[in-house]
Every structure is written in structure tokens, then in C-alpha cells.
């Protein structure tokens, strides 16, 4: 079985600038989630879909991040524009609809640093 | 606001020990407790879970403790190996598979 790719795997931009990330999960998973792992911490969700639609976003900061899934597949996040406190790994993670912890699977992440 | 405590922050441990990592949560609404292990350039990828109807869950030389009326629970790594060097992170895992996590321990284990 395929993992979560994520692409970009590295990112450094200019503070300002806008930057997007792409994240495509197992297939059949409904379930998507991007977190934001500052350095030092663990991660903190961003946002999660249910097939196309949004379940949660509380946590993101909707003045300068974005996200969709269009067809329930496929996710990016973007962020416009960056800030210095942005730099972080944001990952992507998938899951079955009604799952157990244990279907739940990270990508490797992007590596945003904002300059 | 931390719904979770992670203890300790970084902990050395010899080959063939055992290694402890503790977490302590505030609110009791979550369907599972996992331990997630994170090596460099890579997501974290779970290393057991429990649910809070049970007190003990042994997977392999991994084992959780649960103590639901403390609001604690624990992971232990027996007979520890250079390859278990990584940072652990406990978490809550809602309904909705939302995951919060603690702020991790890196574990370095000597050969």
C-alpha cells in the first residue's frame, strides 16, 4: 500500500511571499488532516476533511491559510502570505472514515522556512 | 491551553533497558491514547494505541498503562535497542480522529 505523498519536501521563501503545499493520501481514505509542527513541539492540527468537505478548521489562522480537497482526493494548503512564525513541517495525514488510530498514516511532510 | 503533559522532555537510556515516557491529560473526552514515533525527516507513525476501557495494552516489547482515575498514561519500551532512538509523542485521539499532541521526548538509547 502506498503511503501520503507530500510535495514539496523542502521550502524556503521570503517572508510575504506566498507558498502552497500538495498532499495526495492513501486512496479509499476519506479522511484528511494537515498539521503544523513548529521545531521542538508536536503537531497541531490545522485543518481536516471529510471527502471534500471541511470537518474541522478552528486552529487555522484563515486571514493567511488556506485549504480545499477538491474531488475528496488530492488537498493543498496554501499560505499567503508567510510569515517568519510559519516556518515549520506542515504534514499531511490520512484515515479510513471511522477508523481506529491504527489507520491512521503521516506523510513525510514539507519543510517551510520563512526568511 | 495544553490538554497535555509529556514527561520527560529527553531521557538516555542503556541497551537492553527500559525506557518510560509519561503523559498526563486534563479533559477525559477522547476515544483513544496512542504513542506515536517520530525519526528525523519523517511523520510520526503509530506505535500503539489504547482505548480508556482498558488498563494495560502490550504490543511486541511495547506496552501502554492506562490509569483512568489519574488522567495518566504511560509507555514502556522494553528491552530498549539503538533502533528505538526517536522522539515519542503521546496524544488524544477524539471521535473525529482529531490527535493532540504532547510536546514529545526524544529517547536516545547506548549501545
Known amino acids: 500500500e502506498a503511503g501520503v505523498a507530500q510535495s514539496p519536501r523542502y521550502k524556503i521563501i521570503e517572508k510575504r511571499q506566498s507558498v502552497a503545499f500538495w498532499c495526495n493520501p492513501i486512496?479509499?481514505?476519506?479522511?484528511l488532516y494537515w498539521y503544523q509542527q513548529i521545531l521542538g513541539q508536536g503537531p497541531k492540527l490545522l485543518i481536516q476533511?471529510?471527502?471534500?468537505?471541511?470537518?474541522?478548521d478552528s486552529q487555522l489562522p484563515k486571514d493567511r491559510f488556506s485549504a480545499e480537497r477538491l474531488k475528496g482526493v488530492d488537498s493543498t494548503l496554501k499560505i499567503q502570505p508567510a510569515k517568519l512564525e510559519d516556518s515549520a513541517v506542515y504534514l499531511c495525514?490520512?484515515?479510513?472514515?471511522?477508523?481506529?488510530?491504527?489507520?491512521?498514516?503521516f506523510g513525510s511532510g514539507t519543510r517551510l522556512t520563512v526568511v | 491551553q495544553q490538554q497535555v503533559k509529556q514527561s520527560p522532555q529527553s531521557l538516555i537510556v542503556q541497551k537492553g533497558g527500559i525506557s518510560i515516557i509519561n503523559c498526563a491529560y486534563e479533559n477525559t473526552a477522547f476515544d483513544y491514547f496512542p504513542w506515536y514515533q517520530q525519526f528525523p525527516g519523517k511523520g510520526p507513525a503509530l506505535l500503539i494505541a489504547i482505548r480508556p476501557d482498558v488498563s494495560e495494552k502490550k504490543e511486541g516489547r511495547f506496552t501502554i498503562s492506562f490509569n483512568k482515575s489519574a488522567k495518566q498514561f504511560s509507555l514502556h519500551i522494553m528491552d530498549s535497542q539503538p533502533g528505538d532512538s526517536a522522539t515519542y509523542f503521546c496524544a488524544l485521539e477524539s471521535n473525529t480522529g482529531k490527535l493532540i499532541f504532547g510536546q514529545g521526548t526524544t529517547l536516545q538509547v547506548k549501545p
Open positions: 486512496s479509499g481514505h476519506a479522511t
Open positions: 476533511f471529510q471527502n471534500n468537505g471541511v470537518v474541522d
Open positions: 495525514a490520512s484515515r479510513p472514515v471511522r477508523q481506529s488510530s491504527y489507520g491512521y498514516t
